[in-house]
């Protein structure tokens, strides 16, 4: 089993920034990918990050030049920046990780966005 723990999230005015973290527990190896999806009320959750084992990243068009994954290995911790955050990036974000094909997921870490 995987352990998933966001945080981070809160209140931002659009135009800010803000970073979440997830650290993970458990059992790591063959961890193949971490990354971020996120779930506005009314929507179906959607893909926003990605970051592989081997360092190739992956960003949904509509936050490409805004958010940047990133990750500390030492602490099995993945980042999300944020930057330029628009009203319509209020959301609950919640942290991912994969194995052989199994996904893990984290609790989620609400982000609003204020005009």
């Known amino acids: 089993q995987v352990q998933l723990v966001e945080s981070g999230g809160g209140l931002v005015q659009a135009g800010g920034s803000l970073r979440l973290s997830c650290a993970a527990s458990?059992?790591?190896?063959?961890?193949?990918?971490m990354g971020w999806y996120r779930q506005a009320p009314g929507n179906q959750r959607e893909f926003v990050a990605r970051?592989?084992?081997?360092?190739?990243?992956d960003y949904a068009d509509s936050v490409k030049g805004r958010l940047t994954i990133s990750s500390d290995n030492a602490k099995n911790t993945v980042y999300l920046q944020m930057n330029s955050r628009k009203p319509e990036d209020t959301a609950v974000y919640y942290c991912?990780?994969?194995?052989?094909?199994?996904?893990?997921w984290g609790q989620g870490t609400q982000v609003t966005v204020s005009s």
């Open positions: 991912f990780t994969q194995r052989d094909g199994t996904n893990y």
């Open positions: 458990g059992t790591m190896f063959r961890l193949s990918v």
């Open positions: 970051l592989f084992t081997g360092g190739r990243t």
